[in-house]
Structure formats: C-alpha cells, structure tokens
C-alpha cells in the first residue's frame, strides 16, 4: 500500500480500503487453496491503511507486517497488529521527510512538529506510535540515510528510495521468511 497526497493524512481513506484490503488478503489464500506465506508492507501513507486493516481483523492471513517511510500505523504497539511483534518490521530514512510528521493534535504541531515532540516525547506521530521507535515493540532494520531533501531538484528523495538495491535485499528476506 502506497499514500499520495495531503488527503492520505485522512483516515477517511484507510477507512474505506480496510475492506477491500482484508478481502484481497484472505482472497490470495483461499485462491492457493493453503496457507500461504503473506507479508502485507505499507509505504509512506499506505501503513496506517495496513495497520488499520490488520488491528481491526483478527483473521488477516498475514504472517509479517513491512512498514517503511511510516507515519504511523494507527496502533500504539506491535502486538496491536494480530501477529507476534517480532514479525513486524520497519525502517524509515535518515533525511526521509516523514520524519516531521507531527504528533495527532496540538497547537504547535503545526508549526515545530519536533519541539512538540519533544515537549512530550511519547513518539506519537500522525498515525499512533512511530514504528522505528523502541515503544512500538517491532523489528527494525536498516536502510541507508537517503539523499537529503531537495537533492537533484526532488522535494523527498530519500521517501522513495525504499526500493533501491540495499533496502529492497531486506525487505526480500523478510518476505521469503528471513529476517533482514
């Protein structure tokens, strides 16, 4: 799952693909007609879509949970996803912008995402716990720092570079069953 644009903030959107998404993930399953090795990984705004999807169904297929560049996954904690926290993984960026997104509410968010964060240093961003941090319980792993922001005339080149050759040889040994 992928997030574009200032509306994949909403969670009007992870609303209503919370559905659709858990039908598609018991669908593959039911089309194998066995139990499949399933990792579902969300992508900038397409993890809390994901979170939402797994915290909410406790029947998802899913075997491990890929977040990367998140701002959040709409929980507090691993364990909130239905699968054993050591299955779910993360990464996020050096110079990725995600990583001003602000805590949920608050009069200064808005302004110094990082000073309220600070203020209050509970690792809340938009979408629950951040992912990457020690409270939210999972597996992280390493991916390079990415370019900074405005390299080669790109506004967040190091959001997308989740699927150059370093990260995308992690994310394939989570997938195949490994650990990265």
Not at 66 to 71: K, L, R, W
Not at 100 to 122: S, T, V
């Amino acid at each position: 799952m992928h997030g574009v644009g200032r509306d994949a903030m909403e969670t009007e959107w992870s609303d209503k693909a919370e559905e659709p998404l858990g039908n598609f993930l018991q669908g593959i399953e039911e089309a194998n007609h066995r139990d499949v090795n399933q990792t579902l990984l969300g992508h900038s705004y397409g993890s809390p879509v994901a979170g939402q999807t797994m915290s909410s169904r406790t029947d998802l297929p899913v075997d491990n949970a890929i977040t990367v560049g998140s701002p959040g996954v709409g929980v507090d904690h691993a364990k909130d996803l239905n699968i054993p926290a050591d299955h779910v993984f993360a990464a996020t960026a050096k110079n990725d912008l995600i990583n001003l997104a602000p805590p949920p509410a608050g009069p200064l968010a808005p302004l110094n995402p990082k000073a309220y964060m600070e203020l209050f240093d509970d690792h809340s961003i938009v979408h629950g716990t951040d992912p990457v941090s020690d409270d939210f319980g999972g597996v992280v792993f390493d991916v390079p720092d990415g370019r900074r922001p405005g390299s080669g005339g790109e506004m967040m080149p190091a959001h997308s570079q989740y699927w150059d050759e370093k990260p995308l040889g992690s994310l394939a040994q989570i997938v195949t069953g490994g650990r990265p």
